[in-house]
């Protein structure tokens, strides 16, 4: 069974660029989800979605932050325009259903220069 | 706020001992989860406890929940070089379990 996929594995950018991530989930899987891991600290719930509806947002920067799971499927995270301090951790996670094994895709390393 | 906590911090033991860590929670859960987490690498996940399990075992893991006291214990036996890494507990609550990390224990295991 493949795992969970997300690509870029690496991205640096400037200060108010924009930059986009991509994941797709264990196949089947109906829940992702998007965390921000900054270093020495535990992944931050960004937004998690059920198919293709959001279940919970309410730690997502909206003003330059935004995601979409078209299709129920893959899901793209957005920032624009990136500050300083989003460079982190990016990680998509999958599950079966919501309350079960989250599978970890690799992450996206982000510097903000 | 974080909902999981973990304790200790850090962790640093010999080969072939147990080690032992702790993640206490606020607020009633459906469900706690540990993973692991090496350096450079993402989540792996070790052990899900549902709430009204109270242990649970996985090879040389075993997983302890006490819901009376929001806690729950992670012990490692016959520890080994490969078990560095970070442990992170996560937690879910609600109707719409919304997980919620912990900051980790970093644990080091000395050849």
């Known amino acids: 069974e493949a795992g969970v996929a997300q690509s870029p594995r690496y991205k640096i950018i400037e200060k108010r660029q924009s930059v986009a991530f991509w994941c797709n989930p264990i196949?089947?899987?109906?829940?992702l989800y998007w965390y921000q891991q900054i270093l020495g600290q535990g992944p931050k719930l960004l937004i998690q979605?059920?198919?293709?509806?959001?279940?919970?947002d309410s730690q997502l920067p909206k003003d330059r932050f935004s995601a979409e799971r078209l299709k129920g499927v893959d899901s793209t995270l957005k920032i624009q325009p990136a500050k300083l301090e989003d460079s982190a951790v990016y990680l998509c996670?999958?599950?079966?259903?919501?309350?079960?094994?989250?599978?970890f895709g690799p992450g996206t390393r982000l510097l903000v220069l | 706020s974080q909902q999981g906590e973990e304790d200790p911090q850090a962790l640093s033991i010999q080969e072939g001992e147990n080690a032992t860590m702790n993640c206490s929670y606020k607020?009633?859960?459906?469900?706690l989860q540990w993973y692991r987490q090496n350096s450079g690498r993402g989540l792996v996940h070790l052990i899900l406890?549902?709430?009204?399990?109270r242990e649970k075992h996985s090879g040389r893991l075993r997983v302890t929940l006490d819901t009376s006291k929001k806690s729950s214990s992670l012990l490692i036996t016959a520890s080994r070089a490969a078990d560095t890494a970070s442990y992170f507990c996560?937690?879910?609550?609600?109707?719409?379990?919304?997980?919620?990390f912990g900051r980790g224990t970093s644990l080091i295991v000395h050849p």
């Open positions: 979605f059920q198919n293709n509806g959001v279940v919970d």
């Open positions: 196949s089947g899987h109906a829940t």
């Open positions: 406890i549902r709430s009204n399990e």
């Open positions: 996670a999958s599950s079966l259903y919501r309350g079960e094994t989250q599978y």
């Open positions: 607020t009633s859960i459906n469900n």
């Open positions: 996560a937690t879910d609550a609600g109707g719409s379990y919304i997980p919620t």
